[in-house]
Every structure is written in structure tokens, then in C-alpha cells.
């Protein structure tokens, strides 16, 4: 099992800059292969904003391009997501989503999914 906490959500006029964060840790040794973030808005499905793998590769949703910028830090299990010229359309519950595989029990299991429990994004003036 893999935990992610996230911080830094709020509420931003347009224009304005937001950074999140979010922590993945585990009780068992674990190896990330991708971190991303997703966000819901109300009354919408939820969708990828941006995610980043272990490569070094990542993707951006095209509404978030040029604007959002996801980063990762390696030595804390950490993925950041800088948020600047943002839009009412922004406006979601944004969470951390982490692919994992765990050691646990001298067995392996790869692939897994980890959500966190979101936070929550408001741009409005």
C-alpha cells in the first residue's frame, strides 16, 4: 500500500499561481514508475492534467500547456504540479495518482494504482 498526501490547494483569482504537492510513502519498500495528477470538476469526469514517469517523460492535458508544469523529486517521493495564468475552468478537486510496484511479504506486486484524497481548487474572483 502506497499513501499520497496532497497540499497546496485554494482559492486563486484568475491569472494567479498555485503549487501542489503531493507525498507518496509506504509501510513496504515500493518503486514509483509514474506520479501524475487528475483532476474532477463538478459534474465532469475526472481527467488527466499531467504525469510524469521515471524515464523523465512527461505528458500535459492540451488545456493545461504552456501553463501547468509537473516536476518530481526522486529523494522524497515527491511530484509537484506549478499552476500559473489560471482559469475559473481550472476550478477541481485536483488529486495525486502514483503507479506503483510494492514488496510486501517477499512478493512483488506490480503496477498498482494509488489515489490520493484530493484538493481542492477554486479560481474564482
Known amino acids: 500500500q502506497v499513501h499520497l498526501v496532497e497540499s497546496g490547494g485554494g482559492l486563486v483569482q484568475p491569472g494567479g499561481s498555485l503549487r501542489l504537492s503531493c507525498v507518496a510513502s509506504?509501510?513496504?519498500?515500493?518503486?514509483?514508475?509514474?506520479m501524475g495528477w487528475y483532476r474532477q470538476a463538478p459534474e465532469k469526469q475526472r481527467e488527466l492534467v499531467a504525469a510524469?514517469?521515471?524515464?523523465?517523460?512527461?505528458n500535459y492535458a492540451d488545456s493545461v500547456k504552456g501553463r501547468f508544469t509537473i516536476s518530481r523529486d526522486y529523494s522524497t517521493n515527491t511530484v509537484l504540479l506549478e499552476m500559473h495564468s489560471l482559469r475559473p475552468e481550472d476550478t477541481a478537486i485536483y488529486y495525486c495518482?502514483?503507479?506503483?510496484?510494492?514488496?510486501?511479504?517477499?512478493?512483488?506486486?506490480?503496477?498498482?494504482?494509488?489515489w490520493g484524497k484530493g484538493t481542492r481548487v477554486t479560481v474564482s474572483s
Open positions: 510524469t514517469t521515471t524515464g523523465g517523460s512527461t
Open positions: 509506504s509501510g513496504s519498500i515500493f518503486s514509483i514508475n509514474r
Open positions: 495518482n502514483v503507479d506503483a510496484d510494492t514488496l510486501q511479504s517477499g512478493q512483488w506486486t506490480y503496477g498498482m494504482s494509488y
